[in-house]
Each structure stands twice: as C-alpha cells, then as structure tokens.
C-alpha cells in the first residue's frame, strides 16, 4: 500500500523498519477506505513516522504506552514545524491535525481487530 504514495525504496524501507510500521500502514489503508485524500495522506504519514521515533525514545513498546506522549508530541512538532502556520487559526488547525492523525492511528486496531 505504501508503493502507491512513495517510490523510494529508500523511503518505503526507512517507513517498514519503524517499530510502529504495522499500525502505520493499517492506518494508511484505513485512510484509503474513508475516503481521505492524498494529500492528508502525504501530511499525515511523515508525521507519523516521527511520532513512532519519539515514542520509542520516550521508552515506549506498545500501543497503549504510545498514547500518553501524544500532547507531548504534537507541542514538538508544532515547535519545529509550525512555522508554516501564518495565523493562530492555522497553527490551531495544524495542531488538531498533528493530534487527530496520531490519536486515529493508535486507536484504529482497537476498533478493527
């Protein structure tokens, strides 16, 4: 599924060896059958790659110990990549997105074993 959004070997080998690798790409096909677009696809994905390494270097081994560094994470990665944003609307949108994105990828194989 991946193959569909990025063509780098590099890159599909670097997304398949995070620990969290499984629960991204179950995310991406739930993604995919709701209708999202490719372009919450390219936002959210890279995000969540990002998120699988903080987590890990915050000691995390599983799903459930993921969740409570959630907040934690959306606030770095507003800091190093919410300059983007140009108005407080925007950044508070990206901010929900950050979250959303993280906090569906977690909770989807709770809903769909």
């Known amino acids: 599924m991946l193959e569909n959004y990025y063509v780098k070997p590099s890159t599909l080998d670097r997304i398949r060896a995070s620990w969290l690798a499984p629960q991204i790409e179950n995310y991406l096909e739930w993604l995919e059958t709701h209708g999202y677009s490719r372009l919450v696809v390219y936002r959210r994905l890279p995000l969540l790659f990002h998120f699988a390494e903080f987590a890990q270097k915050k000691g995390c081994r599983d ?43 977690l909770i989807w194989p709770a809903r769909n074993p």
Request: aromatic share 4%.
């Open 63 to 105: 799903i459930a110990s993921c969740k409570a560094h959630t907040k934690e994470f959306v606030s770095l990665w507003l800091e190093q990549h919410g300059a983007h944003a140009k108005t407080a609307v925007a950044l508070r949108k990206h901010a929900i997105d950050a979250e959303c994105g993280v906090r569906q990828m």
